[in-house]
């Protein structure tokens, strides 16, 4: 069970069968509300790197995963397919590096490293200053106190700080299971299936 449909002959995806469907869609997710600015928690970084081939090369999919994390490879297949026209902007943080590090594998740390690095400014301009500060602040507050885990706090006060407007996630027990009481803070928080279907109605316009 997949996400989309792939067209055997062709081998391209086949995202609606009807028009109706598409506009449907369409009005859920409208453009206007596309994610611009996406905030990559440290496991969707995790994700990228460990399945890289099958993401980012369409090799086969990797065999015996659970249909959840099934799920959210193909959505970052899909996702990374529009990606490079797309005109939206990933960030990760200095505390999704220091996550990283703890990789007890020296070959998978200095991949998620090079990979993470990729998403975190390291010019400590204004715009990152005003983030970590802000961080700082709100890790602490009754604003995201429904999430237990301090380090998951950090990253999604990291990720308010610098404006993003979705945090994405593949912890579905800890975060996304919290949004609810996360009303308050002015960020959508998506996992990978989630995040691709906002972008799914608009994916013609790149590919």
């Given at each position: 069970m997949t996400i989309e449909r792939r067209n055997t002959q062709t081998g391209k995806y086949q995202l609606y069968n009807t028009s109706q469907q598409h506009g449907e869609d369409c009005?859920?997710?409208p453009y206007e509300s596309l994610p611009r600015k996406i905030f990559l928690d440290t496991n969707v970084i995790g994700t990228l790197v460990e399945h890289g081939a099958t993401i980012f090369e369409h090799e086969g999919f990797p065999e015996n995963v659970d249909a959840t994390l099934a799920d959210d490879i193909e959505a970052l297949m899909h996702i990374s397919a529009v990606s490079t026209r797309a005109n939206w902007m990933l960030f990760a943080c200095?505390?999704?590096l220091e996550?990283?590090?703890n990789t007890k594998d020296?070959?998978?740390r200095?991949?998620?490293?090079d990979y993470g690095s990729c998403f975190v400014d390291y010019h400590d301009g204004d715009d990152w200053r005003y983030a970590a500060d802000f961080?700082?602040?709100l890790k602490d507050s009754k604003f995201v106190s429904a999430i237990s885990g301090r380090a998951d706090r950090e990253l999604i006060s990291n990720a308010v700080g610098l404006g993003c407007d979705v945090f994405c996630t593949r912890d579905r027990s800890t975060i996304i299971s919290k949004r609810d009481a996360l009303r308050q803070i002015p960020m959508r928080i998506l996992t990978p299936a989630e995040w691709w279907r906002h972008i799914r109605p608009w994916a013609g316009l790149w590919l």
């Open positions: 009005a859920l997710f200095k505390k999704t996550e990283l590090a020296a070959i998978l200095d991949a998620l490293l961080a700082r602040r």
